[in-house]
């Protein structure tokens, strides 16, 4: 990966193009902290939260409040209808041109977030199709997204059997894109990764990617608490009304953890004390699996947040961006 660790100029200046990636599981304070980054060198924050792309969904997805966007400048946030199709190839072609007006301000931009694939997307590239295939794309992706998820993975497994070792069974979305690759292009998706080239602003970026961890006890708590916090802040009430809008049929389709259960619980299908349980158990699912994906970045620095406040880990990384 291009922008490896530099030493800092005497007069402890910020490198330039300085492209700090703040991520790690959910629960673990990665927006915060980077709120508190932000406030202690000259910075801007970018969204690497697919959940956190969409503005009919707030409530349940641990948007930043907005005294956080008024401190300092937020991007990739709310800026999408569940309605709009959006890709990481349309994050990344975002970010080709956000990242560079950044530094041209003479800020360091701090991407911020759990989406692991994003953040990939960034640093490695993985295939996209020209531009002459998008509408056989949608087509094609439109037939596939009716079959069952087993079959799909099954397929898949015929096709193109290394995609599915880094593919959860579960993962709908990525496996529905693994068979458009391949039946669109006759070659596995697999074999086009293996060709895949970092985003050209990478090229010339000096990277710092860090994950936040915690232990999991501690975390877990977290979780469970913040769950709790947010039914209480009317997370019931949002679904409601994109429910009312018409928009169920979308936010299934984006399927962020907490929401489909609570068209369940008022689609009759459980019980409230249900409902919470398995919130509560899909949300510590999702962070193991985000554990699990982010052990084998090998370019990443974990740093241990468990017994850091927001302040003080925001405190510790501008250390050691600007040594004494």
């Given at each position: 990966m291009a922008g490896s660790y530099l030493k800092m100029k005497k007069n402890n200046e910020l490198p330039e193009n300085l492209f700090i990636i703040l991520s790690g599981p959910t629960g673990t304070g990665k927006?915060?902290?980077?709120?508190?980054?932000?406030?202690?060198?000259?910075?801007?924050?970018?969204?690497?939260?697919?959940?956190?792309?969409?503005?009919?969904?707030?409530?349940?997805?641990?948007?930043?409040?907005?005294e956080?966007?008024?401190?300092?400048?937020?991007?990739?946030?709310?800026?999408?209808?569940?309605?709009?199709?959006?890709?990481?190839?349309?994050?990344?072609?975002?970010?080709?041109?956000?990242?560079?007006?950044?530094?041209?301000?003479?800020?360091?931009?701090?991407?911020?977030?759990?989406?692991?694939?994003?953040?990939?997307?960034?640093?490695?590239?993985?295939?996209?199709?020209?531009?002459?295939?998008?509408?056989?794309?949608?087509?094609?992706?439109?037939?596939?997204?009716?079959?069952?998820?087993?079959?799909?993975?099954?397929?898949?497994?015929?096709?193109?059997?290394?995609?599915?070792?880094?593919?959860?069974?579960?993962?709908?979305?990525r496996i529905v894109r693994a068979l458009e690759v391949w039946l669109i292009t006759g070659i596995p998706m697999s074999q086009w990764q293996q060709q895949a080239e970092p985003a050209d602003f990478i090229k010339r970026a000096q990277v710092r990617y860090w994950i936040l961890n915690m232990e999991r006890d501690k975390l877990y708590h977290i979780l469970d608490m913040r769950t709790e916090k947010m039914l209480e802040g009317g997370w019931l009430e949002e679904v409601k009304r994109i429910v009312e809008d018409g928009l169920k049929d979308y936010l299934k389709e984006k399927a962020p953890i907490g929401y489909i259960e609570l068209c369940d619980f008022l689609d009759g299908k459980m019980d409230w004390n249900k409902t919470i349980e398995t919130i509560k158990k899909k949300t510590k699912n999702y962070a193991r699996r985000q554990l699990t994906w982010f052990r084998k970045e090998k370019e990443a620095h974990w740093i241990d947040v468990t017994s850091m406040g927001h302040k003080a880990a925001a405190e510790f990384l501008a250390k050691k961006l600007m040594p004494e």
């Open positions: 927006s915060a902290i980077a709120l508190e980054l932000a406030k202690t060198i000259p910075a801007e924050i970018i969204n690497a939260d697919s959940r956190q792309f969409y503005r009919e969904i707030n409530v349940g997805t641990a948007k930043p409040s907005l956080a966007f008024q401190q300092v400048p937020h991007h990739l946030y709310s800026f999408l209808s569940l309605k709009d199709d959006f890709s990481v190839f349309d994050f990344r072609k975002i970010l080709e041109k956000l990242v560079p007006q950044i530094w041209k301000r003479k800020k360091a931009a701090i991407l911020v977030g759990g989406s692991g694939l994003y953040i990939r997307v960034l640093l490695k590239g993985i295939f996209d199709f020209p531009e002459e295939k998008k509408e056989d794309q949608k087509e094609i992706r439109k037939i596939l997204l009716k079959e069952k998820t087993e079959n799909l993975y099954k397929k898949l497994k015929q096709v193109d059997p290394e995609a599915t070792e880094k593919i959860h069974p579960n993962d709908k979305i």
